[in-house]
């Protein structure tokens, strides 16, 4: 029972961080060290570390119009995936921190440069 007591603390506590970091303005910095480790622990297997991916199965990002064009298209393809593709909804895999740090990353690698994206971008499209 003490185990599970401090498994359930521990879990309440790391529930109210990601709370706490969805409504906070992150810098441009931090957004990429976090989309970094995100993107390489969830995402790097398809489109590869590169972002070239593995077409025509694992499109790349690297010059996508999806990571390069509209913030809120690129949200709502992570949150939600893509019907009848290999791309997977994260909707309940990432929370906001971890989605808008990852699309960050996404939009600012292999030569993209197309803004960074808030946590609270991230909360307001769920």
């Not at 393809?77 to 990353?105: C, E, F, P, S």
Request: hydrophobic fraction near 45%; glycine fraction near 8%; charge should be negative.
């Amino acid at each position: 029972p003490e185990d599970y007591a401090k498994w359930v603390a521990e879990q309440k506590g790391a529930a109210a961080e990601a709370a706490a970091s969805a409504d906070r303005e992150w810098t441009k910095d931090e957004l990429m060290a976090k989309g970094e480790q995100v993107y390489t622990t969830n995402c790097a297997a398809c489109p590869q570390a590169t972002g070239q991916g593995l077409p025509p199965a694992f499109p790349a990002i690297a010059g996508s119009p999806i990571a390069t064009g509209d913030a809120t298209a690129h949200i709502d393809l992570v949150l939600n995936g893509k019907a009848g593709t290999a791309m997977a909804a994260y909707r309940d895999i990432l929370n906001d921190a971890d989605m808008a740090a990852v699309l960050t990353y996404q939009r600012n690698s292999w030569g993209n440069d197309a803004g960074i994206i808030q946590p609270a971008a991230v909360k307001a499209a769920r």
